[in-house]
């Protein structure tokens, strides 16, 4: 599945968003701005932006704690993602979800998670309305390498898998469960290898190289359409910042070298190349990108500065309808 | 929701049966409904309930799952969030430590926490009780962790009648809503209309009047609550017992018109004791009606341990109309 | 891992203690002398003999809801049993537990568990004791098809192999979780195939053959007990009874042919067929064997009859310590 | 367990420093003591409870878990069983849901059902509470559902010098303890001695004497509460505080002796009002003293709702001083 130079730009642009708004909010948490946790994708753009260029609104995605990335491959918008994680009333969930919970039903993005391994299950069951409506939708579950040790991604491959569901799962495996390793947390090095026990291909894909991963994700979303059922596919990757924030607890539990190292295969430098090199994109249009996402990010917080906080008096609405 | 409370019929069926005629014109009238669960499809359910619902309505819509209590109640989240109106059978209510998550922060909570853009119209059936020597793993009442979750709705059938007329709110409600039933009421018989019926949820009903003595109960409790008023008749007291088949929300009203006229009360469930809702309920008495209370609010329940698989012990466990009786002599001096 | 005369003349007794209390117990039930819910071994025998022939009282199993073969096989006492299925004070549990709950402390038997799934993670902890002492021992883990699917299975699994515990799993394969085949539950044809996915070897075996479960159990336990972590042994095998009793609640999920089927593979026929043959013991000794049991079932039923319904004053004893 | 009050140092600790101390004399006192969680070891958890308990005791000792909080409880039980005294670290109490069998199920049932031939010495250490903009998953106070299921106990510090004797308590009881902690208390200072002593379990204490109205709290409402009293006692209502420090065992005599004494009471706590343990104590407060209470028992807890993230909506959502304020002044008429 060869993507064409719309796509191909597609994604540069959906994977720079991603990264400068990320940048952003990474500096307004440590100048304050931001209430509560903040678990940022810098480094894993290529995963979310090569997954979401394959679907429309009407196809779901469940994320994880980490969901910026996510919804904003999606479709997500800048103002309204800042007021929530700032907490202001024009948030997409009103200010009361915030980070963690950051959400837009409209495009289907059932949500961030505060709950590790929440997601897939939830995906289980957006993917059986797909097959139940046969609306040809396809849903699509982000989890994490430590999220894959929860009996809830178990429970939900293995549904999945035997209702031959359209749905896929991406393992985004960027090494580390908060601060423990990979190999502190299961004895594999491939959590692909698990698709096998439910019956479902397993695929692993270098998930700093977009092109892979739209590619590896194409297959698989064109076998859930398609209703021959799941695929796991992991992406290695990695996450240029701590599990929390920017510099997180300032924990030593992964080298400079090791980050140096990943930083060197920066997913967005790597593409940009590419497409310059193929003269995909000039050197000029990528910065125009850059600047105009800049400016998009811009415009978002001062929006979400601008937007009040929520009436205390809401808040008993929207436990119930 | 529409309350349609049509006049019964002399119709009799069990309490399993009208769970069975609920899910079958819940299925019938909503398109976009379906039952998931352990052993719900080809063997209709381990109780019964769905009986024949699998050849009516065919394997699309009729489910069995793994035996995968967070899968199956997040098929429920992600279906309900999705535009379906699942119908989740969690089979004993003892499990529901298996799906907690699921339940407590996703269920409950997604509505609210995306600021209202998302709605559950999810609907839970599970079992509850003790009296079959089941044992400890298989005979609770944890009714108290679901109320406790802003998000959830509780309705305690205690039944036929209610058990259909609940089970249809439950499904036409855009919330999610727990129906808790009971195993030693299965056999049970009562009057059922044929049609299509609500019980609308959040409404006590009085099964019993009484001018002396009010008893808030529900589920199974109901019965044992109505002969222990029997016996505290011929004792000189009248007891009025309200069935409040919601716990949540909970109409306290009745129950606090019931307490001024009678001004003594007593909360009966078969759920332990301590940290019940008994608790709760008692709590709201006392502040809501602290004036025309001449005793204070008491409370049957279970004892504090897990549930025995001895049948002497384990009846020796249970509430039963006995035990009312002896603590409402006590706490009345008849 | 060859058997010894005396190793297999061990393992046909422990399966004709299996089969004949087992027997009695299901006709206790249907004469209405055993309260709750009984769930019977007969069938799969071979299963808990071949393992437990390798294990000391220091070794340690977690069983399931279809527990007495597990506890028998490990060396429970019928009398014991008996008086607990009966709900009496000379019970293992004195009463309290019942079919579902039965246990032995004293011979590492981590009881039967009403909860499907649940005993893997406390064998995880069992075998967790063992490394941290270094005692030497293992713990085993026996589950169903239909627990695999459980959370909890997979979360002990991918521990143990984390960990390298001293642990073996045991899947019981009898094709059916309740009334729910295994096609209609997983996607898979053997539970084994998960193993990979944790890190584990994962070994297929007729759960029919006691000399066959003998052999793959010693490798697994050997392992376990050398230090090189945990395996996934699945025994293919059938329950002769229905899932609760002896004919259960009468449907129709199994045809008669796949029953007889199976049946005509008898463990312990095909077991006593080949001793005999092999003239390790003589038809006159099998019999024996098997009137020795009768009697002490008989006896153990008698114990249980004449012990007294526990003490409505002891409701409240050992809730606590 | 022998009770050991030490008379208080002149050394101040926070509370997260009182649980790193407590949790190293316990792993000092007992070899077979264990410490497993996520993130426990490497990280030495991210509330940093056992900062340098991995260098001091070895990964044998101290040790990181996968993401499987089902797993991990069920490897302390099975652990307790076999001989083992484990410390389990649930991160953040919320996810409770996600090993809520084994909780219910195993931990607290297990000896009952083997008829007592089991015991299981576990310490569960886990983290309650709102405040810190978590939002709705991360910030539960969930006691609630542990207080209701036989077998368990459950304790709530809400001092340093309570957090580490009642850790210290939980570890040598050789039932499962749940010691639930509070994340806005965290960098709290008090005295707390440098030996190892205990806080029995089970006893309340008076932290501040009152003759005209009693609140029964517990965790960070203490110290709400002491505001509290401070400004009523300006209104010349002498408030009487009792920290109830553990649940379960509940310590109801000094909260009936307190009453007896004050006529007037109040229960506050973080967790959502409704449901509970405010609850259960009004009703035993008021089952056990009716009469000598000259107003209702109140409550202060939590709205109905989850717990929201944007800061001053989160902010309405706690109980505080003025609300407790508030309440008392409706309650008590001043
Ligand atoms: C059920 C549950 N357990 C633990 C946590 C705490 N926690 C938050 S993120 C995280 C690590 C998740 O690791 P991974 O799935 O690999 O995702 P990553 O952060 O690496 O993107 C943990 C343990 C949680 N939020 N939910
Ligand atoms: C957590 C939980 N879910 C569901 C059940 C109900 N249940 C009891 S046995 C059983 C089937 C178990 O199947 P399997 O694991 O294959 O064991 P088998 O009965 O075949 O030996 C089920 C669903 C239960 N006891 N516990
Ligand atoms: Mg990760
Ligand atoms: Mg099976």
């Known amino acids: 599945m060869q993507p064409s130079d719309d796509v191909l730009r597609d994604i540069h642009r959906r994977m720079v968003r991603i990264r400068i708004f990320e940048q952003e909010a990474g500096k307004l948490m440590e100048a304050g701005k931001i209430p509560g946790a903040l678990h940022l994708y810098v480094g894993e753009e290529?995963?979310?932006?090569?997954?979401?260029?394959?679907?429309?609104?009407?196809?779901?995605?469940?994320?994880?704690?980490?969901?910026?990335?996510?919804l904003?491959?999606?479709?997500?918008?800048?103002?309204?993602?800042?007021?929530?994680?700032?907490?202001?009333?024009?948030?997409?969930?009103?200010?009361?979800?915030?980070?963690?919970?950051?959400s837009d039903m409209q495009i289907g993005m059932l949500g961030a998670n505060g709950i590790v391994g929440a997601g897939p299950p939830i995906a289980v069951?957006?993917?059986?309305?797909?097959?139940?409506?046969?609306?040809?939708?396809?849903?699509?579950?982000?989890?994490?390498?430590?999220?894959?040790?929860?009996?809830?991604?178990?429970?939900?491959a293995n549904m999945a898998a035997l209702y031959k569901?359209?749905?896929?799962?991406?393992?985004?495996n960027n090494g580390y469960g908060e601060y423990t390793p990979q190999a502190h947390h299961q004895a594999i090095v491939d959590v692909a290898d698990r698709a096998r026990g439910y019956g479902m291909p397993g695929v692993v894909v270098d998930g700093m190289d977009a092109v892979a991963v739209y590619e590896a994700a194409g297959e698989a979303i064109k076998r859930a359409r398609a209703g021959e059922g799941p695929t796991l596919l992991e992406c290695k990757t990695y996450r240029f910042f701590d599990h929390v924030g920017v510099r997180g607890m300032g924990l030593s539990?992964?080298?400079?070298?090791?980050?140096?190292?990943?930083?060197?295969?920066?997913?967005?430098?790597?593409?940009?190349?590419?497409?310059?090199?193929?003269?995909?994109?000039?050197?000029?249009?990528?910065?125009?990108?850059?600047?105009?996402?800049?400016?998009?990010?811009?415009?978002?917080?001062?929006?979400?500065?601008?937007?009040?906080?929520?009436?205390?008096a809401a808040l008993l609405d929207d436990v119930y309808k | 929701m529409a309350e349609s409370k049509t006049q019964p019929e002399a119709r009799e069926l069990t309490y399993v049966a009208a769970i069975n005629e609920a899910v079958r014109a819940v299925l019938t009238e909503q398109p976009d409904a379906f039952v998931a669960g352990e052993d719900v499809a080809g063997a209709g359910s381990v109780f019964g309930y769905y009986k024949g619902l699998l050849e009516e309505f065919g394997a699309e819509r009729v489910i069995d799952t793994p035996i995968s209590e967070e899968g199956i109640v997040g098929l429920g989240v992600g279906a309900a969030a999705t535009g379906l109106r699942p119908i989740i059978d969690i089979m004993f209510m003892d499990f529901m430590g298996e799906c907690m998550d699921e339940i407590t922060n996703q269920m409950a909570k997604m509505r609210?926490?995306?600021?209202?853009?998302?709605?559950?119209?999810?609907?839970?059936?599970?079992?509850?009780?003790?009296?079959?020597?089941?044992?400890a793993q298989h005979s609770q009442s944890l009714e108290a962790w679901l109320c406790h979750l802003p998000g959830l709705k509780v309705v305690m059938p205690a039944t036929p009648y209610d058990a259909k007329g609940l089970i249809i709110s439950a499904s036409r409600d855009d919330n999610p809503v727990f129906v808790v039933l009971n195993k030693m009421s299965l056999g049970m018989k009562g009057e059922v209309p044929e049609d299509s019926y609500t019980v609308p949820i959040g409404e006590a009903s009085i099964v019993r009047p009484g001018e002396n003595f009010t008893i808030v109960t529900y589920s199974r409790m109901v019965h044992e609550s109505v002969k222990a008023a029997e016996a505290l008749s011929s004792l000189g007291v009248e007891t009025e017992v309200v069935d409040l088949r919601s716990l949540q929300p909970l109409d306290t009203n009745v129950v606090i018109e019931s307490v001024k006229r009678t001004h003594r009360a007593m909360v009966v469930h078969e759920a332990v004791r301590f940290g019940g809702m008994g608790g709760e309920i008692a709590a709201q008495i006392?502040?809501?009606?602290?004036?025309?209370?001449?005793?204070?609010?008491?409370?049957?329940?279970?004892p504090f341990s897990p549930v025995p698989f001895s049948p002497q012990l384990e009846q020796s466990y249970i509430p039963n109309a006995d035990k009312i009786v002896a603590e409402a002599r006590t706490l009345l001096d008849v």
């Open chain 2, 112 to 135: 609210y926490m995306f600021g209202g853009t998302a709605y559950l119209p999810i609907t839970v059936l599970t079992m509850s009780g003790a009296g079959i020597s089941m044992a």
């Open chain 1, 46 to 70: 290529a995963v979310a932006a090569g997954v979401m260029v394959h679907l429309s609104d009407a196809d779901q995605i469940t994320s994880t704690h980490r969901g910026h990335g996510h």
């Open chain 1, 165 to 172: 569901l359209p749905i896929v799962f991406i393992c985004e």
């Open chain 1, 125 to 156: 069951g957006a993917a059986f309305t797909n097959k139940f409506k046969k609306s040809g939708n396809v849903a699509v579950s982000f989890f994490g390498d430590g999220a894959s040790n929860e009996g809830s991604v178990h429970e939900a």
């Open chain 1, 253 to 312: 539990y992964r080298s400079d070298d090791e980050l140096a190292k990943w930083q060197q295969r920066d997913p967005i430098t790597l593409f940009e190349a590419t497409l310059i090199e193929q003269n995909i994109v000039s050197a000029e249009e990528a910065k125009v990108v850059h600047d105009k996402v800049e400016a998009e990010v811009q415009a978002g917080i001062e929006f979400a500065e601008a937007s009040p906080m929520p009436d205390p």
């Open chain 1, 72 to 102: 904003i491959a999606k479709g997500g918008e800048f103002h309204k993602m800042f007021a929530e994680i700032f907490g202001r009333v024009d948030g997409y969930c009103k200010g009361k979800g915030g980070s963690m919970h950051i």
């Open chain 2, 286 to 302: 006392q502040e809501l009606a602290f004036d025309y209370l001449d005793a204070p609010v008491a409370r049957v329940g279970a």
